[in-house]
């Protein structure tokens, strides 16, 4: 007996001595989960996007540290006159009382604008307010007042803006304004503010829809025993044990821990119903004891190497320098040991106490459990006499998606994360349609004195050629060259000494933007709104096109920012997709290999290969990008599946022993646990399915996904298993013969 089923006699031997010692213990841990849950943490903004010792994360710290000290929260005023005389008033008022939030530095509107440029007062008539406001630059025009119906404003803040998100919220909604007026709220701040808010509603939401589609799903379709909604009681306490194992490690979450969740309760729910339904198959044949040590040996054994190979399938994310899947694989790891171990101890001990009875079946009557078995025995048998024309075609249709997958695009950009309807992404999305984005592309320039003559003529002379490299997509560049030919009537001095003068008469706030110390400095491309790909695409352009202008000694050019960001998440993905596939493959096989040690423990690879194939196919007849959670999806499917292929090879390993051939263990093994099966994969399917509840795109498209491949694992268990474990039964015979 191997060191593995000792240990499960030992756990039968365990739970049928002392089920209420078991069960009590469990308790206290349930218990004992609820004291550390409040230690539970978010994690949103940028943190969720590149890992914190990434050399571009590094970097992008460095920039927020030198030149975003100052936070902006973002005003959005919808105005029927933006100049009207009484709004400019009501604005000013409004603006004096955020000016006396601590850490609000300073607030700006066409209101300040015009009073600066009209000796410190307010023109009292409109006609007097307009002429003053066309005297301003045509860009501050443009800035402030973006058109007739429209006024944006900042604030500017120090220290953590999200704690003033809330009185400067009060103030503008208790602010007297003219009729027809009204104020929102953006910026990056307040859009990572609104997005933690929703994270933490959309946890509660898609708990609690996965339970109630798993509980439509057991009562609908777990007919075939008795207390057919008892796997929602371990699943629930295997959720609630993340959440303490979560709080006690204070592992943050994210967007992608988010997406975890209905996955573990699915895949729970289905070690739950497997355990159930072998518990009272054999209890139709053995008494209670007995049928636990067999449910606990035959069947805990096999469902642990399937979420083995789960787990193996999305370990693999933790190769990937991004948040959002590796917060996915950690809460989906912990989550599906806690399954697992819940059921493994749980569910036979409560069966002790409880006495648990089998649901006999009538005969006689028709009976959808028994028919559906036989229908799958008689299916599986005609598949094993004649299983290669099946897997000609569905490997030829797997290959299809193979060829095809590297055409599916990827979509990195902030619509494709947050909910369309998250009012700081609305009030962005309005911005950029009338400004361009407000993303600039920054370039972080470190040079030995970044205020040296040369160092500015090379910053003015790439800012010309760059905005001639796209004209379509740049709209402006800005940096300490454009300010001081903006101090110099519109050229850069000639001498050190002109631009020293020059230098000492700009403002130290306005140099400030732009400059920290003499060693760095910030140019910064305005653009319109770019998608995930031209973000790519033109940071590939501008690192390879630096020295095309010469550059000075000393000189280092690194693009940073949101931009950065953007560009080099799209990158990594398209590197680690592939690569997250391979390896996940390769783990499997391998893992398959040593726990089975036997030719036939290939055969789950075949349907897992259709799978992933046909995904592909599916994404891209339907136009279904990929996002940085779906990028994984080869790596989450092949875990996800492999669990049913499993499954059913374990079966077959099991009927082999007692049938004279392999054909008829293929039809006595899918007999048996081939309803089972589709039972716990439908009502996986259902758990997943609460995913598509989800307002946030990037999860609810993760779902739609995840259910199309449970379901196309459930077929490749079903149909393709039987057609490779005939061909490996064959081979197998071929060999013996050649032996003996």
Not at 342 to 355: H, K
Not at 359 to 387: C, E, W
Not at 403 to 408: A, K
Request: aromatic fraction near 8%; glycine fraction near 6%; charged fraction near 15%.
């Amino acid at each position: 007996m191997s060191l593995v089923h000792r240990f499960y006699e030992k756990v039968a031997d365990l739970v049928i001595a002392k089920p209420a010692g078991v069960l009590l213990v469990m308790a206290l841990l349930f218990l004992a989960s609820f004291t550390v849950i409040g230690n539970l943490s978010m994690d949103s903004g940028s943190d969720i996007i590149l890992a914190a010792d990434d050399p571009s994360m590094i970097w992008y710290n460095t920039y927020t540290d030198d030149y975003s000290l100052e936070k902006v929260v973002l005003l959005y005023i919808n105005a029927p006159q933006p100049l009207d005389y009484t709004l400019l008033h009501d604005l000013l008022i409004m603006e004096r009382e955020i000016s006396r939030i601590p850490g609000v530095i300073g607030t700006q509107t066409a209101a300040d604008a015009i009073l600066a440029a009209h000796g410190g007062t307010l023109p009292k008539t409109n006609a007097e307010i307009t002429a003053v406001f066309q005297r301003l630059p045509k860009s501050d025009q443009e800035s402030l007042v973006p058109d007739s119906l429209h006024m944006l404003g900042m604030i500017t803040a120090r220290g953590d803006p999200t704690a003033l998100l809330s009185p400067i919220q009060t103030i503008i909604d208790n602010a007297v304004l003219p009729p027809g007026v009204t104020i929102e709220v953006s910026g990056t701040d307040a859009f990572n503010d609104q997005m933690l808010d929703n994270m933490t509603t959309e946890i509660v939401v898609l708990i609690l829809g996965a339970f109630a589609l798993m509980f439509v799903g057991l009562f609908v379709l777990f007919d075939s025993v008795r207390y057919r909604l008892l796997p929602l009681v371990f699943v629930l306490t295997a959720l609630v044990y993340l959440f303490g194992i979560l709080g006690a490690l204070r592992i943050p979450m994210n967007i992608g821990a988010i997406g975890a969740f209905p996955v573990l309760l699915g895949l729970g729910i289905d070690y739950a119903v497997q355990f159930q339904s072998r518990l009272n198959d054999e209890l139709l044949i053995s008494p209670l004891p007995v049928a636990i040590r067999t449910t606990i040996c035959n069947t805990g054994y096999a469902v642990l190497n399937a979420m083995i190979a789960t787990a193996l399938g999305f370990i693999v994310l933790f190769i990937t320098p991004l948040p959002i899947l590796t917060g996915f694989t950690q809460t989906a790891i912990i989550g599906i040991i806690c399954a697992y171990g819940v059921t493994l101890f749980g569910f036979p001990a409560l069966a002790i106490l409880m006495d648990y009875k089998p649901k006999v079946r009538v005969s006689g009557g028709f009976n959808l459990f028994d028919t559906y078995n036989q229908f799958l025995s008689k299916m599986a048998l005609h598949i094993a006499r004649r299983p290669f024309v099946l897997l000609v075609l569905v490997m030829m249709l797997a290959g299809v998606g193979m060829v095809i997958d590297d055409q599916i695009p990827i979509d990195t950009s902030e619509n494709s994360m947050v909910p369309p309807d998250m009012p700081a992404k609305v009030v962005m999305d309005k911005v950029t349609a009338m400004l361009g984005s407000q993303t600039p592309v920054e370039l972080l320039i470190t040079a030995p004195d970044v205020t040296s003559l040369d160092v500015i003529r090379w910053m003015d002379r790439y800012g010309n050629f760059i905005q001639e490299v796209y004209p379509d997509k740049i709209l402006g560049v800005s940096g300490i060259s454009s300010l001081i030919k903006q101090y110099n009537n519109g050229t850069i001095p000639y001498s050190q000494t002109e631009l020293n003068q020059v230098m000492a008469v700009i403002p130290a706030h306005e140099k400030r933007q732009y400059l920290d110390g003499i060693t760095s400095g910030l140019l910064e491309l305005q653009t319109v709104d770019l998608t995930s790909q031209e973000s790519s695409d033109m940071r590939k352009v501008i690192l390879d096109t630096l020295g095309w202008v010469e550059t000075p000694p000393g000189l280092t050019v690194r693009t940073t920012g949101d931009f950065e960001i953007n560009a080099i998440t799209l990158d990594y993905i398209v590197y680690y997709k592939p690569l997250m596939t391979a390896l996940a493959f390769l783990m499997i096989f391998l893992f398959l290999i040593v726990a089975y040690r036997h030719i036939v423990a290939v055969a789950p690879l075949f349907p897992i290969i259709c799978v992933v194939g046909w995904n592909a196919v599916v994404m891209w007849v339907f136009s279904i990008d990929y996002t940085f959670i779906t990028a994984s999806l080869g790596a989450i499917t092949i875990g996800v599946s492999s669990e049913y292929t499993i499954l059913m090879m374990e079966r077959y390993l099991e009927e082999k022993e007692t049938s004279p051939d392999p054909q008829t263990a293929i039809q006595n093994g899918v007999q048996k646990i081939g309803a089972s099966v589709t039972v716990s994969g439908l009502v996986t399917a259902f758990g997943f399915s609460a995913l598509l509840l989800s307002s946030f795109p990037i999860i609810s498209n993760f779902g739609i996904m995840t259910v199309i491949a449970v379901v196309f694992s459930l077929l490749g268990a079903i149909i393709i298993m039987p057609a490779v474990l005939s061909i490996m039964g064959r081979l197998e015979e071929w060999v013996i013969h050649r032996r003996s």
